[in-house]
T-cell receptor, first 112, second 113 residues
Framework: DTGVSQDPRHKITKRGQNVTFRCDPISEHNRLYWYRQTLGQGPEFLTYFQNEAQLEKSRLLSDRFSAERPKGSFSTLEIQRTEQGDSAMYLC??????????FGPGTRLTVT | AQSVTQLDSQVPVFEEAPVELRCNYSSSVSVYLFWYVQYPNQGLQLLLKYLSGSTLVKGINGFEAEFNKSQTSFHLRKPSVHISDTAEYFCAVTRAAGNKLTFGGGTRVLVKP
């Protein structure tokens, strides 16, 4: 199976630490999306890339958050100086310029 | 901007009974509509999508949804549920191909034996 993969699946960190998540999209998918999902809520859009270009960022994405997709393949999402409010599931999705987004299993972040 | 409202946060239902999950959206432009399912500790899986054409859309696992433009709704139905349908269901919209999805708050379906 060559679906969207995310690493790590779980991350526990202390407040103030930096964390980085990785997403590997489906091969040849040129669009990659990041969403955040808090407990009991629907996913909220954070940012997306077409190839290596970051085309849109949500206002939810504070300056502590940065995302990259350096070679148009995998992407990383970094959170600096984590806060307890950053605790959530971070979901990655990819698509081939189409309407259907394929989601990964997510990375669950717990900030203590 | 668009928004999605899922009117029921939880829906308990007995096995083999029908279920309907309600979704209403708001948008100033035409949208494409989706239903996703999320099983515990997993990502989202696409159940079905409405792009254009017939307003009745059939998806995987026996689910179907009907697009109603005048009521700005996209309700999801299944005539007979199984225990394995216990999950959270999300309605989502986008206004253009490749753009971000806007999700509703989700409906948790609990199928009882």
């Amino acid at each position: 199976d060559t679906g969207v993969s995310q690493d790590p699946r779980h991350k526990i960190t202390k407040r103030g630490q930096n964390v980085t998540f990785r997403c590997d999209p489906i091969s040849e998918h040129n669009r990659l999306y990041w969403y955040r999902q808090t407990l009991g809520q629907g996913p909220e859009f954070l940012t997306y890339f077409q190839n290596e270009a970051q085309l849109e960022k949500s206002r939810l994405l504070s300056d502590r958050f940065s995302a990259e997709r350096p070679k148009g393949s995998f992407s990383t999402l970094e959170i600096q100086r984590t806060e307890q409010g950053d605790s959530a599931m971070y979901l990655c999705a990819s698509s081939l310029e189409g309407l259907e987004q394929y989601f990964g299993p997510g990375t669950r972040l717990t900030v203590t | 901007a668009q928004s999605v409202t899922q009117l029921d946060s939880q829906v308990p239902v007995f096995e083999e009974a029908p279920v309907e999950l309600r979704c209403n959206y708001s948008s100033s432009v035409s949208v494409y509509l989706f239903w996703y399912v999320q099983y515990p500790n997993q990502g989202l899986q696409l159940l079905l999508k409405y792009l254009s054409g017939s307003t009745l859309v059939k998806g995987i696992n026996g689910f179907e949804a009907e697009f109603n433009k005048s009521q700005t709704s996209f309700h999801l139905r299944k005539p007979s549920v199984h225990i394995s349908d216990t999950a959270e269901y999300f309605c989502a919209v986008t206004r253009a191909a490749g753009n971000k999805l806007t999700f509703g708050g989700g409906t948790r379906v609990l199928v009882k034996p």
